[in-house]
């Protein structure tokens, strides 16, 4: 399997925006949360691989975003199953470029990206207008409120969350108490990660 070293030097690779390092680095950090939350904790390096690498192609072809992952992602040396999870997370979802993705999430791990990936993005987005500009003082009933309200975060699907929560046959309070649990318990590593990149990148 790639290493998480590698896979992050792949992601640098076609990716330079800071807010897409930092949206791959939280997604990465909640996929372990989530892992080790579910039992899968032995796996948690490998959910983790997964959520790094799952917007590789957004920055460089977002009209064709998880159509020319693949691509690179076998040039990177990157195993099947893992392109599969990456590919996976577009499912129902069509694109820029008029074409619906049709890579179904079979796996926990699959439905979990699927389903948290867009809520990160908007609990970030409402962590921004608090006096704290973090999520680790804020409230699920906050949190309901922003997503209630059909203007905020309007580019966050509502949509592909919702259905998200129903892949996993999961209430949809259940899953977003466990990915802002999941941000708030991460916000310090991916802080930290984000130093490190900034360093380098």
């Known amino acids: 399997m790639i290493t998480r070293n590698e896979a992050f030097e792949l992601l640098k690779k076609y990716n330079k925006d800071p807010f897409h390092i930092q949206h791959a680095l939280t997604v990465e ?6 892992s ?9 390096e ?10 590789i192609d957004f920055e ?13 992602l076998r040039n990177g040396g990157v195993s099947e199953d893992i392109i599969h999870a990456v590919c996976s997370h577009g499912y129902g979802i069509t694109v820029g470029c008029g074409v619906t993705i049709d890579v179904e999430p079979i796996h926990e791990m699959e439905k979990v990206l ?5 809520l990160t993005g908007l609990i970030w987005a ?6 704290s500009k973090s999520t680790k003082d804020m409230e699920l009933k906050s949190l309901k409120k ?3 309200s059909k203007g905020f975060a309007a ?20 899953l977003l108490t466990m990915t802002l649990q999941a941000m708030a318990d991460s916000e310090d590593i991916i802080s930290a990660e984000m130093g490190k990149a900034g360093a380098i990148l």
């Open 29 to 34: 950090a909640v996929m372990k949360w989530f």
């Open 36 to 44: 080790n939350e579910l039992g899968y904790g032995t796996e948690s």
């Open 46 to 55: 490998y959910w983790g691989i997964v959520g790094l690498l799952h917007d």
């Open 60 to 72: 460089l072809y977002p009209e064709e975003h998880c159509l020319k992952a693949p691509e690179m």
């Open 114 to 118: 699927f389903a948290a990936d867009e």
């Open 126 to 131: 409402a962590a921004l207008m608090r006096p």
């Open 146 to 148: 922003k997503y209630k």
């Open 155 to 174: 580019g966050c699907s509502r949509e592909v969350i919702e259905r998200g929560a129903e892949q996993l046959g999961w209430e949809l309070d259940k």
